[in-house]
């Protein structure tokens, strides 16, 4: 256990359908990161947010995702009119420091399935 | 921008023999290079880091991996596995500001008794 919660833990949904994603870092771990994982693949990067601040959007966030962090605590990761091709891990990672060397710690992730 | 390959989806091994997991990666410029493992219906855990310094690094659970600027890989070895050493094994690449890791696909080792 690293520390690093989400919620739920297994979801599953029709198409169409909206599901929203909370993960809660370790306290005071100023940056949050949320990635995507299909079966058979690595982990992509989707956004991350530096205490409140969305500071970066990867171009797989399509405009059907969004992500909050308010107050720079917990976050939260909606997805709208959910698609089949959404049936995926959703991981979470948070960072304490502000170095590019710091170490990321990971989630248990949520596992989407679209119906 | 960077990208991680890793050569094998699966090694299958023997209990107290030998492994070797192979990464290569492709940058322009000099990156920290990562070693996680996932263990199943668990999240992703540090093995180890490359930041600089000696190529040669040590980690947890008795795996060590050698950094190659030549060859660009950072391949993760250990002398002998074990059964619980079964997991799935990523190498990653980090460089940018903001730190977000770029992954391989993945190596599945299976260790048989």
């Known amino acids: 256990d690293t520390g690093v919660s989400q919620d739920p833990r297994h979801k599953i949904t029709k198409r169409g359908q909206n599901v929203t994603f909370r993960c809660d870092p370790i306290?005071?771990?100023?940056?949050l990161y949320w990635y995507r994982q299909t079966l058979g693949q690595g982990p992509e990067f989707l956004t991350y947010?530096?205490?409140?601040?969305?500071?970066?959007k990867s171009r797989l966030l399509s405009d059907r995702f969004s992500a909050e962090r308010p107050k720079g605590s917990f976050s939260t990761l909606e997805i709208q009119r959910t698609e089949q091709g959404d049936s995926a891990m959703y991981l979470c990672a948070s960072i304490q420091g502000w170095r590019s060397t710091d170490t990321q710690y990971f989630g248990p992730g949520t596992r989407l399935t679209v119906l | 921008a960077q990208s991680v390959t890793q050569l094998d989806s699966q090694v299958p091994v023997f209990e107290e023999a030998p492994v070797e997991l192979r990464c290569n990666y492709s940058s322009s410029v000099s990156v920290y290079l990562f070693w996680y493992v996932q263990y199943p219906n668990q999240g992703l855990q540090l093995l180890l880091k490359y930041l600089s310094g000696s190529t040669l690094v040590k980690g947890i659970n008795g795996f060590e991996a050698e950094f190659n600027k030549s060859q660009t890989s950072f391949h993760l070895r250990k002398p002998s596995v074990h059964i619980s050493d079964t997991a799935e094994y990523f190498c990653a690449v980090s460089r940018e500001y903001g730190n977000k890791l770029v992954f391989g696909a993945g190596t599945i080792l299976r260790v048989k008794s």
């Open positions: 306290s005071e771990h100023n940056r």
């Open positions: 947010f530096q205490n409140e601040a969305q500071l970066e």
